[in-house]
């Protein structure tokens, strides 16, 4: 497959996992850090209206920032409390009072009440961008760019949600007549929502699920991520002034423990699961009315990007470097596995190679650093143990990559690789990306569309036979295709799903809306005069809240 390649290592195919020059890129000392370590309030529970503190004994929160003088000590910043699962109980309860059946205050209310809620805490929300922004970059060094941009783009999304709920609830406010049927359809909630938020992105993510499920009218209850905790602590007050008590919980602790005993129980209606396709599953087996568990899931990815023969590589380049990099590769949506025409490969691993090694590694508020540390503690070891059984089956480090110092790792580029390496078919999501060389087309064909993943795809080129022939094969295996560009997730408008262990529902603002609800018909015979009388009595009358304004 790749017979007359010349691959040569920049670094000899040496590994340092104990790299001094990248010791020098952490401070001296606290002393040595300019501007204030955050310090948030140490409680993250909001139960009924109340934010509390959790009746476990509280955990430290580790940053991933260590100093050279104290290599062995992370900087802490808080508190973190694992909710109990009486706790988590004592949510739901909450929960289910406040929906009542959907005879409670936030459930009974209109869309556009609810908008208007749900705008005034956007507007509060906005105001703590940099209080937040600097929790993401300190917790799980997010660099200050990209941790000002989530909190930007939730608050976006928030507006955006409610401009889709308006507009849902205007197309409805009409009635239908079909085949001697006249009604009005609503979607109305589903009841209690259980929703819960990766590391990676724990602002965004979290609320792409529950706001949408709190704009229909459901009561839910958020589990925040271990890592990735502290964003959500300045917003807990917010919930607490611009929503009913009990309208929004807001828990900590194990995905498995808290959610698993909440579903359990049955009184779930839907989940809202993003994370990873093992824990979904351990999650779900204990439901105990799987058959009515409505389940919204977005998992792992091996995104593949796809170099055809005519590709511009100067494109290609630019974009598979910024889907490797944004957020150290640690996105769903990141490119994790490349396929480079042999006829090209050379010139773009080269100039790969040149992109990757010019990019800055360093601290998160340095506004230049693209490389940040890695927050889960096992991830370095993690990468060493792939890049050791690339080489080990053949695969050479083709840029200045294969090092590390503590939690801070070079982007490692591995090429060329093969199905007997661990990368081939494990979700890195790290800093390391692997690039095969292929001479035929259906090589990628088929590595896509026998993977177990299928969220999306790239492919660089031009040619219409190729393209044709690359778009129509992965557009049964994938739920987006990127042409001439990274992968990505919005606008939020656009459907964002996907096949296999990679998604299960459509998450965006639409669709959300959509999903937690149920669209419900209000219905008599046309030929009944009296039977239609009543129903327009009750849309143009003071009694009825779910037949009404229909024209």
Same mark, same amino acid.
């Given at each position: 497959? #790749?017979?007359?390649?010349?691959?040569?290592?920049?670094?000899?195919?040496?590994?340092?996992?104990? @790299?001094?020059?990248?010791?020098?890129?952490?401070?001296?000392?606290?002393?040595?850090?300019?501007?204030?370590?955050?310090?948030?309030?140490?409680?993250?529970?909001?139960?009924?209206?109340?934010?509390?503190?959790?009746?476990?004994?509280?955990?430290?929160?580790? #940053?991933?920032?260590?100093?050279?003088?104290?290599?062995?000590?992370?900087?802490?910043?808080?508190?973190?409390?694992?909710?109990?699962?009486?706790?988590?109980?004592?949510?739901?309860?909450?929960?289910?009072?406040?929906?009542?059946?959907?005879?409670?205050?936030?459930?009974?209310?209109?869309?556009?009440?609810?908008?208007?809620?749900?705008?005034?805490?956007?507007?509060?929300?906005?105001?703590?961008?940099?209080?937040?922004?600097?929790?993401?970059?300190?917790?799980?060094?997010?660099?200050?760019?990209?941790?000002?941009?989530?909190?930007?783009?939730?608050?976006?999304?928030?507006?955006?949600?409610?401009?889709?709920?308006?507009?849902?609830?205007?197309? =409805?406010?009409?009635?239908?007549?079909?085949?001697?049927?006249?009604?009005?359809?609503?979607?109305?909630?589903?009841?209690?929502?259980?929703?819960?938020?990766?590391?990676?992105?724990?602002?965004?993510?979290?609320?792409?699920?529950?706001?949408?499920?709190?704009?229909?009218?459901?009561?839910?209850?958020?589990?925040?991520?271990?890592?990735?905790?502290?964003?959500?602590?300045?917003?807990?007050?917010?919930?607490?002034?611009?929503?009913?008590?009990? #309208?929004?919980?807001?828990?900590?602790?194990?995905?498995?423990?808290?959610?698993?005993?909440?579903?359990?129980?049955?009184?779930?209606?839907?989940?809202?699961?993003?994370?990873?396709?093992?824990?979904?599953?351990?999650?779900?087996?204990?439901?105990?009315?799987?058959?009515?568990?409505?389940?919204?899931?977005?998992? =792992?990815?091996?995104?593949?990007?796809?170099?055809?023969?005519?590709?511009?590589?100067?494109?290609?380049?630019?974009?598979?470097?910024?889907?490797?990099?944004?957020?150290?590769?640690?996105?769903?949506?990141? !490119?994790?596995? !490349?396929?480079?025409?042999?006829?090209?490969?050379?010139?773009?691993?080269?100039?790969?190679? =040149?992109?990757?090694?010019?990019?800055?590694?360093?601290?998160?508020?340095?506004?230049?650093?693209?490389?940040?540390?890695?927050?889960?503690?096992?991830?370095?070891?993690?990468?060493?143990?792939?890049?050791?059984?690339?080489?080990?089956?053949?695969?050479?480090?083709?840029?200045?990559?294969?090092? @590390?110092?503590? #939690?801070?790792?070079?982007?490692?580029?591995?090429?060329?690789?093969?199905?007997?390496?661990?990368?081939?078919?494990?979700?890195?999501?790290?800093?390391?990306?692997?690039?095969?060389?292929?001479?035929?087309?259906?090589?990628?064909?088929?590595?896509?569309?026998?993977?177990?993943y299928g969220l999306q795809s790239a492919v660089f080129g031009y040619s219409e036979e190729l393209l044709g022939r690359v778009v129509d094969a992965l557009s049964y295996h994938v739920?987006?295709?990127?042409?001439?560009?990274?992968?990505?997730?919005?606008?939020?408008?656009?459907?964002?799903?996907?096949?296999?262990?990679?998604?299960?529902?459509?998450?965006?603002?639409?669709?959300?809306?959509?999903?937690?609800?149920?669209?419900?018909?209000?219905?008599?015979?046309?030929?009944?005069?009296?039977?239609?009388?009543?129903?327009?009595?009750?849309?143009?009358?003071?009694?009825?809240?779910?037949?009404?304004?229909?024209?």
């Amino acid at each position: 497959m #790749t017979k007359g390649l010349n691959i040569v290592s920049p670094v000899g195919d040496k590994i340092d996992w104990d @790299c001094q020059e990248l010791k020098e890129k952490f401070p001296r000392s606290k002393q040595d850090i300019e501007g204030p370590i955050p310090k948030p309030q140490e409680c993250l529970l909001l139960i009924d209206g109340k934010v509390v503190k959790s009746d476990q004994n509280p955990t430290e929160v580790h #940053t991933p920032i260590i100093t050279q003088d104290r290599p062995d000590e992370h900087i802490s910043i808080g508190k973190f409390e694992m909710a109990s699962e009486e706790q988590a109980m004592r949510a739901l309860e909450a929960a289910e009072r406040s929906y009542m059946y959907g005879r409670g205050t936030w459930a009974k209310m209109s869309i556009d009440q609810r908008c208007k809620h749900m705008e005034e805490f956007a507007n509060d929300l906005e105001k703590k961008t940099e209080e937040i922004a600097q929790l993401l970059m300190w917790e799980i060094c997010k660099n200050v760019k990209d941790a000002h941009d989530e909190v930007t783009r939730t608050v976006a999304y928030i507006h955006t949600a409610v401009k889709e709920a308006r507009a849902l609830a205007e197309g =409805e406010s009409r009635f239908h007549e079909q085949k001697g049927i006249m009604c009005q359809i609503r979607h109305l909630p589903v009841g209690v929502v259980l929703a819960s938020s990766p590391f990676n992105y724990p602002l965004n993510e979290a609320y792409t699920t529950f706001i949408p499920a709190l704009l229909m009218g459901n009561s839910v209850i958020v589990r925040a991520p271990r890592n990735g905790a502290t964003p959500h602590f300045p917003t807990l007050e917010l919930f607490a002034r611009h929503f009913p008590p009990g #309208t929004i919980q807001l828990l900590t602790g194990s995905g498995r423990e808290v959610m698993g005993a909440l579903v359990a129980t049955g009184r779930i209606d839907a989940v809202a699961f993003i994370g990873t396709a093992s824990s979904a599953k351990g999650l779900l087996k204990g439901a105990s009315n799987p058959q009515r568990l409505r389940v919204m899931y977005e998992g =792992e990815a091996k995104d593949a990007a796809i170099i055809l023969p005519d590709a511009d590589l100067g494109v290609a380049v630019d974009s598979c470097a910024s889907g490797m990099t944004s957020f150290n590769g640690q996105r769903c949506t990141a !490119i994790k596995m !490349i396929w480079v025409h042999q006829s090209q490969a050379e010139e773009f691993l080269k100039r790969l190679a =040149e992109k990757i090694d010019a990019l800055k590694l360093g601290m998160p508020w340095d506004e230049s650093v693209k490389i940040t540390p890695l927050c889960e503690d096992s991830k370095p070891a993690y990468v060493k143990e792939l890049i050791v059984d690339a080489l080990n089956k053949g695969a050479h480090i083709v840029n200045n990559g294969g090092k @590390c110092y503590k #939690t801070l790792c070079t982007l490692s580029i591995l090429a060329p690789v093969n199905k007997h390496m661990k990368i081939w078919t494990e979700e890195q999501f790290g800093p390391v990306t692997p690039v095969a060389v292929y001479t035929d087309v259906q090589e990628p064909i088929d590595y896509v569309s026998r993977s177990e993943y299928g969220l999306q795809s790239a492919v660089f080129g031009y040619s219409e036979e190729l393209l044709g022939r690359v778009v129509d094969a992965l557009s049964y295996h994938v739920g987006r295709i990127n042409i001439n560009a990274p992968d990505q997730r919005g606008p939020d408008v656009f459907p964002f799903t996907g096949r296999g262990n990679s998604a299960l529902g459509i998450l965006n603002a639409t669709e959300g809306l959509k999903f937690f609800s149920v669209p419900t018909m209000v219905a008599a015979k046309s030929e009944d005069e009296r039977s239609v009388k009543a129903l327009k009595a009750l849309n143009d009358g003071p009694h009825c809240r779910v037949v009404y304004g229909a024209k």
